[in-house]
């Protein structure tokens, strides 16, 4: 069955600091790879996606992700972290074909220290 | 333009009540998504709809919950005698709907349900 794993529950890192947060999926073909953020009382927002070509995806707020078909990974990443990306991150996979529905991880929180 | 909405923002109810849920799509969005978010967890896919069918119901826990979306617009949720399991976030979202997986899909911001 198809399935996202999110290793790391919980993240702190301080204002300034670069940020990697790590996704692993389970399917046996190339998946729809999606990031999503969730902030207290906000509803979920789309960071970045990726479909096809160009492993390395820009997304908003300066985040990016990496697609490894070796690893299937797709790690997000930001350069230099602000205390507004406090937030709950979830990576999730859309299947091939027609069928859109998403399958989540578990979701990672982040926290950033001044 | 207005995203999607859901109502209520939150509900609380008693075990074996039967409940509402209703979601208003992105105006234009033909495809329309439930999920449920359980504390601590990732969103889980309940049903989705592509028009007015239910294009994919295979998330659906038993027959308890059940949707519709009769005009192809606003979408009910709807849970016959509630459990206390059932406590969650309930999470619509909606897409452009064209094929496969290239639309964004866009979530409303949920209705948390309490079932006491």
């Known amino acids: 069955a198809q399935s996202v794993t999110q290793p790391d529950i919980h993240i702190t890192v301080s204002e300034g600091a670069s940020l990697e947060l790590r996704c692993n999926y389970s399917y046996g073909a190339t998946p729809y790879l999606f990031w999503y953020v969730q902030s207290p009382g906000q509803g979920l927002q789309l960071l970045l996606k990726?479909?096809?070509?160009d492993t390395l995806v820009q997304g908003i707020k300066g985040f990016e992700a990496e697609f490894k078909r070796s690893q299937s990974s797709f790690n997000l990443r930001k350069p230099s972290v602000h205390w507004s990306d406090a937030a709950e991150y979830f990576c999730?996979?859309?299947?091939?074909?027609?069928?859109?529905?998403?399958?989540w991880g578990l979701g990672t929180s982040l926290a950033v220290n001044p | 333009g207005a995203g999607v909405s859901q109502t209520p923002s939150n509900k609380v109810t008693e075990k074996g009540k039967y409940v509402e849920l209703r979601c208003d799509p992105i105006?234009?969005?033909?495809?329309l998504y439930w999920y449920r978010q359980s504390l601590g967890q990732g969103p889980e896919f309940l049903i989705y709809f592509q028009g007015t069918g239910a294009a994919d119901d295979s998330g659906l826990p038993n027959d308890r919950f059940f949707a519709v979306r009769p005009e192809g617009s606003v979408s009910t949720l709807k849970i016959q005698r509630t459990e206390r399991g059932d406590s969650a976030v309930y999470l619509c979202a909606s897409s452009l709907g064209t094929s496969g997986m290239g639309n964004e899909q866009f979530f409303g911001p949920g209705t948390r349900l309490t079932v006491l």
């Open positions: 990726y479909f096809s070509g």
């Open positions: 105006s234009g969005h033909t495809a």
């Open positions: 999730a996979v859309g299947l091939a074909g027609n069928n859109r529905k998403l399958i």
